[in-house]
Every structure is written in structure tokens, then in C-alpha cells.
């Protein structure tokens, strides 16, 4: 049973661009949870989906990052014209329900040029 | 709000002796509390966690108390080994967000 996969592992971009990190939670769960770790520090959340829906968003900035979770396929965040600021590790964790043991992916490193 | 305290933020034992981690959090309707261990450059992996009903959980040389009361939850590593440094997050899980709050972390080292 494979565990919470992230791809990829490491992104650069330069600012202005656009980052999509993809999570692909365990088999068989559908929660999903979105972390930002930034160096030295703990995680903060981000935003909770289930499938089709967002059901917590109060970690997300209001403008630029964006989260969905589709009917087919993976979880996407997406960071639009992103600024050095945003450069973290990005970690997904999936849940069988709500409320039950989150297990983390590997993250995704992000680095603003 | 929601908030997890921790401390303390670096620790440094002797190998083979205990370490203890406290954290205390906010929100009274936490009711699960789990603790990760981070490894350089890696994900956090959870080692051991305790719902509400419970006041405390051992496994193997890892345990874990609870104070309700207080609001207060303890990591307890007994007969520490080099293997066991690294970073270590307590947090609070609220049933009715699921959201995880984490703690700010605790740098463990093992001196040989």
C-alpha cells in the first residue's frame, strides 16, 4: 500500500511564475490536508479538501494559492506569481476521515529565484 | 485561537538518558493529540499519539501523558539513542476542523 506521494519533490521558479504541486493521497483516503513548513520553522495549515470540496481554508493567504481536489486524479495547490516569500516545503497529508491519524507525504521543496 | 505551545525548543541529553518534550494548547475541544518526529530534509512521521479519553500511552521506550484539566500533554523518551535526534512536533487536533495545529518543534540531540 503505497504511502501520501508528492510530486515534485523539488520546484524552482522565478517570481511572477506559476507553482503547481500535485498529492496523491493514500489509497483508499479521501482527505486531504495541505501544510507550508517554512525553514527552521514548525507547519502551519493550509486548507482541507475532500473530493470535490474545500472544507477549510482559514490556513490559505487570501490572494495568489489556490487548492483543489477533482473527482479523478490528484490534489493540486497552485501558487500563482509567486515572490520569494512563498519558497517552503509544501506537505500534503491524507486521512481515511475526518478527524483520524494524518500521514504526510514526502513535501514538496520550493524555491522563489 | 486555536494554539499549541511547546518547549522546550532545543534539548540535549546524554545518550541513554530521558528526554521530555511539554506542550499545552488552547482550545479545550481538542481531542487528539499526536506527536511527529522530523528528520532532516524529510516528512514528519508520527511516533505515538493520545485521544482526550485517555491520560496516558506507552510504546516501547516512547511515551505520552495527558491533563485534560490543565491542558497540558508530555513526550516521554526513555534510554535515548543517537537514532532518536531529530525534530519533534506536538499538536492538537480539533474533531469538529481536523485541521492539525502544530507546536513550534523541540531540536532533540543525543550526545554520544
Known amino acids: 500500500n503505497a504511502g501520501v506521494m508528492q510530486n515534485p519533490r523539488h520546484l524552482v521558479r522565478r517570481r511572477g511564475q506559476e507553482a503547481r504541486l500535485r498529492c496523491s493521497p493514500m489509497k483508499g483516503h479521501s482527505h486531504v490536508y495541505w501544510y507550508r513548513q517554512l525553514p527552521e520553522e514548525g507547519l502551519k495549515f493550509m486548507v482541507y479538501l475532500q473530493k470535490e470540496n474545500i472544507i477549510d481554508e482559514s490556513g490559505m493567504p487570501k490572494e495568489r494559492f489556490s487548492a483543489e481536489f477533482p473527482k479523478e486524479g490528484p490534489s493540486i495547490l497552485r501558487i500563482q506569481q509567486v515572490v520569494r516569500g512563498d519558497s517552503a516545503a509544501y506537505f500534503c497529508?491524507?486521512?481515511?476521515?475526518?478527524?483520524?491519524?494524518?500521514?504526510f507525504g514526502p513535501g514538496t521543496r520550493l524555491t522563489v529565484l | 485561537g486555536e494554539n499549541v505551545e511547546q518547549h522546550p525548543s532545543t534539548l540535549s541529553v546524554q545518550e541513554g538518558d530521558s528526554a521530555v518534550i511539554k506542550c499545552t494548547y488552547s482550545?479545550?475541544?481538542?481531542?487528539?493529540f499526536p506527536w511527529y518526529k522530523q528528520e532532516l530534509g524529510k516528512r514528519p512521521q508520527l511516533i505515538i499519539d493520545i485521544r482526550s479519553n485517555v491520560g496516558e500511552k506507552k510504546d516501547q521506550r516512547i511515551a505520552v501523558t495527558l491533563n485534560k484539566t490543565a491542558k497540558h500533554f508530555s513526550l516521554h523518551i526513555t534510554e535515548t539513542q543517537p537514532e532518536d535526534s531529530a525534530v519533534y512536533f506536538c499538536?492538537?487536533?480539533?474533531?469538529?476542523?481536523?485541521?492539525?495545529?502544530f507546536g513550534s518543534g523541540t531540536r532533540l540531540s543525543i550526545r554520544p
Open positions: 482550545d479545550s475541544a481538542s481531542n487528539y
Open positions: 497529508a491524507s486521512s481515511l476521515g475526518a478527524a483520524d491519524t494524518q500521514y
Open positions: 499538536a492538537a487536533v480539533y474533531s469538529s476542523a481536523s485541521k492539525i495545529i
